[in-house]
Structures are given as structure tokens and as C-alpha cells.
Nanobody, 121 residues
Framework: QVQFVESGGGLVQPGGSLRLSCAAS????????MGWYRQVPGKERELVAI???????NYANSVKGRFTISRDNAKNTVNLQMNSLKPEDTAVYYC???????????????WGQGTQVTVSS
């Protein structure tokens, strides 16, 4: 399976910055993409940003220009630099890996345990 180590969440004032990091390990055969999703209570999990193995990125409209996703393919890590944070960015942020395992040779989504981001004064 896949193990995730997520870090960087916390409490920040509006306008502040946080950097989320996620390292994936395990029986990973290949990775199509890694990214970050977020969820607030009562709502569905939503895409924040994703980056493919080729470096293509996709962002939610609500974070464009404020968040930047980056990835180290050799280390299976993905980072999310979040600037100009707003109260509406408050959520649990989940690391996502989309790829194949040696034991499960079909493309699937794998999820980290989540890290809380709270934007409040």
C-alpha cells in the first residue's frame, strides 16, 4: 500500500502563508499525478491543485494566483505553497496520489490522513 507523511498545516491569520508537504512511500510502481484536495464538514471533497508526472498543473479557480503546487518526482513528494490565505480556505487538506502499485496494477487514487488548515484572526 501507500504511506503518506503530511505536514505544514496549522493556524494562520488572513493574508498569511502556509506550506503543505506530502511524502508518499510504499509499493508504488508509477505515479500519474499528485495533488491536494480539501474538505469542510458537510461538503464534498474538492480539488485544490494537482500536478502530473510531466509537470502539468491544474488549480481550483478559487486558489489561482495564490497557491502554487510543486513536486519532486524522485522523492515522491508534493508541496503546496499557500499565500494570501482567506478564511474560506479553512479546511482539512488531503494529499492525493493517483497511480499504480506493484500489487494493484490499475490506476487508483490514494489518500493521506489529512492536515487541518485554519485561517482566522
Amino acid at each position: 500500500q501507500v504511506q503518506f507523511v503530511e505536514s505544514g498545516g496549522g493556524l494562520v491569520q488572513p493574508g498569511g502563508s502556509l506550506r503543505l508537504s506530502c511524502a508518499a512511500s510504499g509499493s508504488i510502481f508509477s505515479i500519474d499525478a499528485m495533488g491536494w484536495y480539501r474538505q469542510v464538514p458537510g461538503k464534498e471533497r474538492e480539488l485544490v491543485a494537482i500536478i502530473t508526472s510531466g509537470g502539468s498543473t491544474n488549480y481550483a479557480n478559487s486558489v489561482k494566483g495564490r497557491f502554487t503546487i510543486s513536486r519532486d518526482n524522485a522523492k515522491n513528494t508534493v508541496n503546496l505553497q499557500m499565500n494570501s490565505l482567506k478564511p474560506e480556505d479553512t479546511a482539512v487538506y488531503y494529499c492525493n496520489l493517483r497511480g499504480r502499485l506493484y500489487t494493484i496494477p490499475v490506476i487508483k487514487d490514494y489518500w493521506g490522513q489529512g492536515t487541518q488548515v485554519t485561517v482566522s484572526s
